[in-house]
């Protein structure tokens, strides 16, 4: 027994480090400076921790308990560099809302430093509100204390419902105030992601006619991520194409809306990044703009699959000094298959269907028409099916009391419960595997919002955590917490989320 001892110290030792311990590896700094600008942060006024995310310290290696809060608001907010570290802003451009804009890049966040962890993974650690870049274009460098605690939150429960995205470390605040609407508080977002490389990384390349660049920067993703697709660049487009449409349909299966689809919010490696004016649909409703200042709609939940092509196929313009205009258009045709096969095996999953029959297309069709017609609480109703039994077959009252015309649903159900003896579903078995696929909790408007004016108003951040914990189990019921099940109470009825952060 007592030989064991040294040897857990010893591997513990060796896994763990203080912040600043961490293992750099910066492959990005070490591309052609054309790429970026070496730039430190702009310090905050009396930089305070916030939150601290131990799951995306644990990413990595970082032993939060190993330096003082102190210390980690000053490294984690930029106000010191961590040993280690070569910060770097990011070139890139991108389509806005559909228009070309020439240059964009990290107006107001910088990549401190790509962190390698004890089993090699590698974790860009992008700093959000770092203070101005060369790509600032007159804005302030900040980000706003609201819109930080709602990227920390929402990228931890995607994470939590098994979709790629990038993980959020620290929030750092600050007695820095900064102009919106109103006057705010500015803060820090510290974040994870394998790679900040976006589609707008190559278009700025492209567009400058730089073929050259656009091969080093594809090159070097290739490298990084997968190795296998090496010189095999039509394939290695084909495979952004597939994780793409994966994502887009992820997002649909969870009721998520961006908000700003634009091609530089949109990572080469399929996974979630840039949380702004997004939603989690609470009532079903195809057309669910989150993003006030989104007028026509053009993000709207419905739009998103159509989107996620557009935006590929500007990106695979970008890439026609690698491939041929062929080569790019099969690629983009891999889109809608990958697309509805994974939506269909999502949706398959949340109804607890393990077989696939011809007559679940309708199936599937009229039960979106029923909660769209409804508005029926999107989340709630599929946790609420789960209850319901073909031995019983009556209504679970979760159930009923989700919708309004109760003949539909009954409807319904007749058709869901034939489909079930079809596959001699059991019942047992059904509600399991539905309890681990559909969610009770998602991160509703509401709730990021009351979490943040208790930040605010209170400086207090426990709601935060409150909420975070919550998200990072979203299919496990957790004792006290019923009412983060819940629609928005009248205060919150008419919250809106808007571009400004
Ligand atoms: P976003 O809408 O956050 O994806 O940002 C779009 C572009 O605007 C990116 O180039 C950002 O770096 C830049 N940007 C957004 N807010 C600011 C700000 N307050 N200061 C400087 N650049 C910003
Ligand atoms: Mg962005």
Redesign the pocket.
Known sequence: MSRDVPVVFFVYWYLMASVTGLHFDNSYARLPPELYEVVDPTPLDSPFLIALNPDAAALIDLDATLSTAEEMAIYLSGARRIPGAEPI?ML?A?H?FGVW?PQ??????ILLGEVVNERGDRWDLHL??AG??R?????????VLRSVIREYLASEAMHGLGIPTTRALAIVGSQTT?QRESVESAATLLRLAPSHVRFGTTEVLAARNRPDLVRTVVDHVIEKHTPAHRGRYAAWFRDVVVRTARLVASWQAVGFTHG?L?T??LSVLGCTI?Y?PFGFMEGFDPSFVPNHSDTEGRYAYDQQPAIGLWNLARFGESLLSLISVDEGEEALEAYRPAFEQHLTLRVRAKLGLTETRPEDTKLMADLFDLLRTQRVDYTRFFRALSLYTTVDGTVPLALRSEVTDATALEAWLTAYRDRLVTERSRDADRQSRMARVNPVYILRTWLAERAIRKAEDERDFSEIEKLRLLLRYPFSEQPHSMEYTESAPDWARDLVVS?S?
């Open positions: 802003a890139y991108g806005q804009v964009l890049g990290d107006g107001r966040a959000k509100g101005q870049t790509f600032a274009r007159g804005g302030d460098g900040r980000a900064v700003v634009n530089d919010n840039d702004g571009c952060s």
